[in-house]
Nanobody
Framework: QVQLVESGGGLVQPGGSLRLSCAAS????????MAWYRQAPGAQRELVAA???????DYADSAKGRFTISRDNAKNTLDLQMNSLKPEDTAVYYC?????????WGPGTQVTVSS
């Protein structure tokens, strides 16, 4: 059974940083195209950043230059370093494969950017 459990969210001021982590079980992160997604209140879930099996990364325009996606193969985790956070980054952040599989959505982790 695949489980993806996100952590690392919280309340941060504009301009601050957070590092999200996704612990994967039942799936080998390095053998799958993986991604971070987010869903803001009243909005559809959107892709934030992705990493291919080969390690190629891809970012939404809103995340370019601020966010960095990475994998820790030893820990089987997917991470997202978020810098220069803005209020519009406020959302619940999820990890999943790319394209996403409905059965793999975890609980997500809330990120709130506010002063």
């Amino acid at each position: 059974q695949v489980q993806l459990v996100e952590s690392g969210g919280g309340l941060v001021q504009p301009g601050g940083s957070l590092r999200l982590s996704c612990a994967a079980s039942g799936i080998i992160a390095r053998n799958n195209h993986m991604a971070w997604y987010r869903q803001a209140p009243g909005a559809q879930r959107e892709l934030v950043a992705a990493i291919s099996v080969r390690g190629t990364t891809d970012y939404a325009d809103s995340a370019k230059g601020r966010f960095t996606i990475s994998r820790d193969n030893a820990k089987n985790t997917l991470d997202l370093q978020m810098n220069s956070l803005k209020p519009e980054d406020t959302a619940v952040y999820y990890c999943n494969i790319r394209p996403p599989w409905d059965g793999y959505w975890g609980p997500g982790t809330q990120v709130t950017v506010s002063s």
